[in-house]
């Protein structure tokens, strides 16, 4: 039986052992780097949040306005009144907002602080749906009945009109209160695909009389007389009688549709 002697570890060369030594001579210059670094980061991190007050009581640099479409940029700019070196920062959005509500073209507002002290101004404006004309002066109506009044820049639109001849000057930017004007528009509604009566052929709406809406089609001048109610179904009985009304358009005067039996028509 042999006895038993535990084997000796090899002991490491001592050229390997000294390249395995880190040196130490540069430890100190790491370090400062390493230091400066940090202080680096910090005054990239800290300088522009002790320069943000100051930037932010700038004035306001840049104003954008967008949506608009009626009203020029300079007209919605002047109707913010900002003053020369307003601050961007002392910006009220509110008060900035119903100033331009108050204005009758412009049916809602969102602003909105941008970048590099700028103010985004999106408008949008109200779609005029029909012409009032009364008997001093042509106004355009929305169909909320806003009363419109026809913008410097104006190019006109293709639209029908609504004569009232009882009514005189209406304040601008106000609801219109009218039984006639509202029976108008209902009766467009009904018209605007019409295959027999298509509203692109309605040159005028007659709303003097709220108890009977009349219109004229163009060409032709020919009148008809719709009432105040039952609209959808007068317009059934009219295209039951289209065939013979298109046969004798250039020889009638106009067309009643008021008799509930029938479809009455008069000649010239």
Not at 52 to 62: F, H, N, V
Not at 187 to 210: I, Q, R, T
Not at 215 to 238: N, S, V, Y
Request: hydrophobic share 40%.
């Amino acid at each position: 039986m042999q006895d038993y002697s535990p084997r000796k570890s090899k002991a490491t060369p001592s050229h390997k052992r000294r390249k395995s030594r880190l040196p130490t001579s540069g430890a100190p210059l790491l370090g400062m780097l390493r230091g400066l670094l940090t202080l680096a980061g910090l005054g990239l991190i800290l300088v522009p949040f002790a320069w943000a007050p100051i930037y932010l009581q700038g004035s306001l640099r840049k104003l954008a306005v967008q949506g608009n479409q009626v009203l020029s940029g300079q007209a919605v700019a002047a109707r913010l009144q900002l003053a020369e070196g307003t601050s961007w920062l002392g910006l009220d959005l509110y008060s900035l907002a119903e100033r331009l509500l108050a204005d009758p073209w412009i049916e809602q507002v969102d602003l909105k602080k941008t970048g590099s002290l700028g103010l985004l101004v999106q408008v949008k404006e109200r779609q005029p749906v029909a012409y009032l004309q009364t008997e001093a002066e042509l106004y355009l109506i929305d169909q909320n009945l806003m009363i419109l009044g026809r913008p410097a820049q104006w190019g006109g639109w293709d639209l029908p009109v609504l004569s009232d001849s009882h009514s005189k000057s209406l304040p601008i930017g106000t609801k219109l209160q009218s039984a006639g004007v509202n029976k108008a528009l209902e009766l467009m509604a009904l018209l605007e695909n019409d295959p027999v009566l298509p509203l692109a052929s309605v040159s005028e709406f007659l709303v003097d009389d709220p108890t009977n809406i009349r219109l004229i089609t163009q060409p032709g001048a020919l009148e008809f007389r719709f009432g105040h109610d039952g609209f959808e179904e007068k317009i059934k009985r009219l295209h039951l009688a289209s065939a013979e009304l298109h046969r004798r358009e250039d020889r009638l005067m106009y067309v009643d549709l008021r008799n509930p039996h029938g479809v009455v028509i008069k000649r010239k």
